[in-house]
């Protein structure tokens, strides 16, 4: 049995100012995506979806659409009855309270507004987008790690880890490794070798929403329940079914892209 490390959740402080690693995770998951999304303009025979200066602006969108969303994923998904109660709590960001899903509808959002207002093919720069994406979500889990938190289920298997933070000493699942390598790692190699060949329009989208969305609702097995949530109808967390819709809305994606060709 192995007990968390727990890490200094401050990377660096410097007086007053303090910088958190959950904070740096997503300076390096910005950094990922404009890295791999540069590497793949240069590379692209045929012309990507946009040049290496529409990338720097379309990474300021999608960082908007990520924190936004995210947040209003957050307090819509799971918290809409506390937030109603306190409105101006929805700001206090620092204080923690983001969801994939939220962050993914502001990406998509983010990304429809800046293709309207630069006349591009939505979904030629959504599927330019979709690859970039898992490393930065990979960096996240990595986050959640280092910060002890969204521990998983009790286990006995020999990685099992006691997170104190759960305030107990229940040998755990250390589920946040295990999204890592799966949402992060794993989905980033297989969506990164299935884009390097054309494809259909929003095929490579679809791919995303299946891939993300299965690993997901398999990772939330080994998750432990939001504490004010529990498991929900039909045995499923919130993370599984938010995630159902994804990969509904991914087949569907791909079914109807193949079908155009």
């Known amino acids: 049995m192995l007990t968390h490390p727990q890490f200094d959740p401050i990377a660096l402080a410097i ?34 979806a946009v040049t290496v200066r529409e990338l720097e602006d379309l990474l ?8 936004i969303g995210g947040r209003l994923g ?14 101006l709590e929805i700001l206090a960001v620092w204080q923690g309270g983001m969801a994939f899903h ?24 959504i599927d330019f987008v979709a690859p970039l994406v898992p490393l930065g979500l990979a960096a996240g889990r990595m986050g959640n790690f ?6 998983g289920r009790a286990s006995n298997l020999p990685w099992a880890m ?8 229940i040998a755990r699942h250390p589920s946040q490794l295990y999204q ?21 329009r929003g095929v490579v989208s679809g791919a995303f929403l299946v891939g993300y969305g299965a690993l997901r609702f398999a990772a ?27 990969i509904v809305a991914g087949v569907w994606l791909m079914r109807g892209s193949l079908a155009r060709v």
């Open 162 to 169: 006691v997170f104190p933070q759960a305030g107990d000493a």
């Open 74 to 87: 957050y307090v819509l998904f799971y918290k809409p009855g506390d937030y109603l109660s306190n409105p």
């Open 102 to 125: 939220g962050g993914l509808l502001g990406v998509i959002a983010a990304t429809w507004l800046y293709c309207r207002r630069r006349g591009k093919d939505f979904w030629r720069v």
């Open 180 to 200: 890592f390598a799966g949402e992060g790692v794993l989905l980033f190699v297989l969506l990164w070798r299935f884009s390097a060949r054309k494809r259909a």
């Open 15 to 48: 007086g007053p100012l303090a910088i958190r690693w959950y904070g740096l995770m997503y300076l390096v998951a910005f950094l990922a995506f404009f890295l791999l999304g540069r590497m793949r303009i240069l590379r692209s025979a045929q012309g990507a």
């Open 146 to 151: 280092i910060n002890g938190e969204l521990w």
């Open 60 to 67: 300021f969108f999608g960082a908007l659409g990520v924190v």
């Open 220 to 246: 939330e097995f080994a998750r432990e329940p939001d504490a004010f949530l529990g498991v929900l109808g039909l045995g499923m967390t919130m993370g599984q079914w938010l995630s159902l819709p994804m």
